[in-house]
């Protein structure tokens, strides 16, 4: 048996909409997310989707629920789906991130952050001391 997966990012947040890379913090949709959320779901509710797994992050949580709730489509919450930690740069504007993004690739972020390796690669490839999910 075979089995498709459809990817879906979160909705457009009102961080995304100011600049800002929110990484870990838990972001709320914007009026223009919410919009694109329900969009989504009349998009893909009629496709027999077996499940919706999101990061339990707010903002996947928020996706998740306009799109898909109030349906018999079961929505999973999973910390493993998190966006990479910026560790002290959560929060800060996207062109903050932009020149710094490839050396991060292995290095953590500063402030408690994670590697985009250990993103995909979970514990597996964590860094001492990084545990985290």
């Given at each position: 048996m075979s089995v498709d997966i459809?990817?879906?990012?979160?909705?457009?947040?009102?961080?995304?909409?100011?600049?800002?890379?929110?990484?870990?913090?838990?972001?709320?949709?914007?009026?223009?997310?919410?919009?694109?959320?329900?969009?989504?779901?009349?998009?893909?509710?009629?496709?027999?989707?077996?499940?919706?797994?999101?990061?339990?992050?707010?903002?996947?949580?928020?996706?998740?629920?306009?799109?898909?709730g109030g349906t018999a489509i079961p929505i999973h919450r999973d910390p493993r789906l998190r966006a990479c930690d910026y560790g002290e740069l959560n929060g800060c504007p996207v062109t903050a991130l932009e020149g710094r993004r490839s050396r991060h690739i292995d290095t953590p972020y500063p402030g408690g952050g994670q590697s985009y390796r250990w993103r995909v690669d979970g514990a597996k490839a964590a860094p001492p001391g990084d545990s985290r999910p």
């Open positions: 459809v990817y879906e990012t979160h909705s457009l947040t009102e961080d995304n909409e100011r600049g800002i890379a929110i990484g870990r913090l838990p972001g709320r949709l914007s009026a223009t997310g919410r919009r694109l959320a329900a969009r989504l779901g009349d998009r893909r509710r009629e496709d027999h989707l077996a499940g919706v797994f999101v990061s339990d992050l707010h903002r996947a949580v928020e996706t998740a629920g306009i799109a898909f």
